[in-house]
């Protein structure tokens, strides 16, 4: 699967994933929810917008992260919309990232990862129910809580991307401390390498890949030149505050190794007023097409061509 | 929501919470799956099943805790049962901690939440799906990802148990690293107790909590002793290898400060040898017994009553 996102990048010359973190707030006033059925019809609203955004950027993006908490506050509702939408943006070719977070021991692991990726047996057919390309982990457990992932990588070709250092403010707070000679991150991002060694594609990247904040340009510099095999997935970028330059460090030479998201900066675009009298649709896509650019550009003054 | 659950505790003199951990593969034969609806019918199994453990134990214990990810991996019906069985339990009285080990950047763990704690507005409404007394948390985020969910605590009467010290055999491949003088577990629970601070209750013990293995007995007792306002929640005893001995050390003086969470132990009792000729309901109450027998003659052994 880390192939196929690879693939996805240097076809689009875009190593971007739109965030599909999609609240009922941000919604244009024609997803007018339903006063009668009110949690039914904002599913039914965030789907539906999820799909004709898909639909405006699918042919110049690789991918899209889907981030399941917006989806679990409205309950099934907000959970049939999540189904519906990774299911959707899969059949049309992009490559799913289901941004879950999903930790816990062995036993407990396994039942996620029959959640989003290995699906469970039942009556001798695989049932998946949110089954997706990649999934976000939290390593805390150590490696015991990680393996049921990993099992399902290899079987099913999926991937995932291990939180190592993440975008906010207080991210540093546990992952800074500092053990012996080395932050706590830095010991994380030696597990997830280790851990994805024998998960290596054909472009030397594995399938266990690494969340990286894009707001902390240093580090995220440290650990590429650290870890060639270890593709990142990086936040932060836009609403968070990190540009293009800060970015810039997660690629390696040839412009591979990173997927940068954003979310807000592409789903609410179209309240912004450099894409003023475009609907939400034509903004996402002008606002993609901007954040190419402004990646692009930034590798180029480091020498980078995708 | 600290208070009703020790003064359940007290009530019952049982600090214990069934862990409601339900996969397909537990039930009893009378839940056959219906073969042309199997996901529908297994969740409807799941909740006939957990309303029946309900009933069978809700006056001799003050709480349960259910793990979300054996309900995930059966998609919206799995999530149907988990809605139903925490609904349930919490109308006849029980204390429902959800087990969700949840954690993100502010913004999205706002969202998990909602979900679980606080409620989204929709139309002036609050809708909280999986409304839940307490959940769990994963602290990798450090403050801005656990401030979300100390506001619904607030705001709602609610709480949470952050991950501390877990009970997997790997757990200490990150938590035990050493971090200056003190392990990284110990860094965790300091923080945990400092924000838990403004929410301590009139037992002395705080709306935040911690979840600390039962499998590893010194690092509980150290932990125990340092932390005299964190209450803990206390995984690992029976299927995983904890004895009451080693969970005695999580209590303090008058034998509160900890509640024990058995899930397989006691909802495949009906499988053991111990309780054959029980039907499942009965095995469960038995288990439970013994359970708390077994826990209150550790800790009379340690001059401990509750």
């Given amino acids: 699967m880390i192939d196929k996102l690879i693939e996805g990048i240097k076809q689009t010359k875009c190593p971007v994933c739109v965030g ?64 519906k939408t990774i299911a959707y943006a899969r059949k049309v070719g992009l490559v799913v990232i289901s941004d879950v977070k999903r930790n816990d021991i062995g036993s407990t692991a396994t039942a996620y990862s029959n959640a989003y990726l290995g699906g469970v047996e039942i ?22 809580g990680i393996q049921p992932f990993l099992n399902d990588c290899k079987k099913y070709g999926k991937g995932i991307f ?9 991210g540093g707070e546990f992952q800074d401390l500092k053990v012996y000679r080395k932050r706590l991150y830095e010991r994380v991002a030696d597990k997830v390498d280790a851990w994805g060694q024998d998960l290596i594609g054909e472009y030397g990247y594995s399938a266990v890949g690494a969340v990286v904040g894009a707001t902390y340009r240093e580090q995220a510099q440290f650990l ?26 997660n690629f390696d030479a040839n412009g591979l190794g990173a997927v940068i998201n954003s979310s807000r900066g592409i789903l609410l ?9 475009m609907n939400f ?7 993609v097409l901007d954040m190419k650019e402004d990646i692009l550009s930034a590798l180029k003054a480091n020498g980078v061509n995708l």
Same sequence: chains 1, 2.
Avoid: W
């Fill in 20 to 83: 599909l973190d999609t609240m009922h707030t941000y919604l244009p006033e024609e997803f007018e929810a339903d006063e009668k059925k009110p949690l039914r019809s904002i599913g039914d609203a965030l789907f539906d917008f999820n799909r004709e955004i898909i639909d405006s950027i699918n042919d110049i993006v690789p991918s899209v992260k889907v981030q399941v908490a917006y989806y679990e506050q409205y309950g099934s509702a907000g959970m049939r919309a999540f189904k």
């Fill in 123 to 144: 009556g001798g057919e695989r049932h998946c129910p949110y089954e997706s390309d990649f999934i976000t982990v939290n390593p805390y457990f150590g490696i015991d």
């Fill in 162 to 170: 291990a939180l190592v250092k993440t975008s906010n403010p207080s």
């Fill in 224 to 249: 590429r030149e650290k870890h060639p095999t270890t593709f990142f997935l990086v936040p932060g970028y836009g609403a968070q505050g990190a540009t293009a330059a800060d970015i810039a460090v």
């Fill in 269 to 277: 675009a179209y309240k912004k007023p450099q894409y003023a009298g």
């Fill in 281 to 287: 649709k034509k903004a996402a896509r002008a606002a």
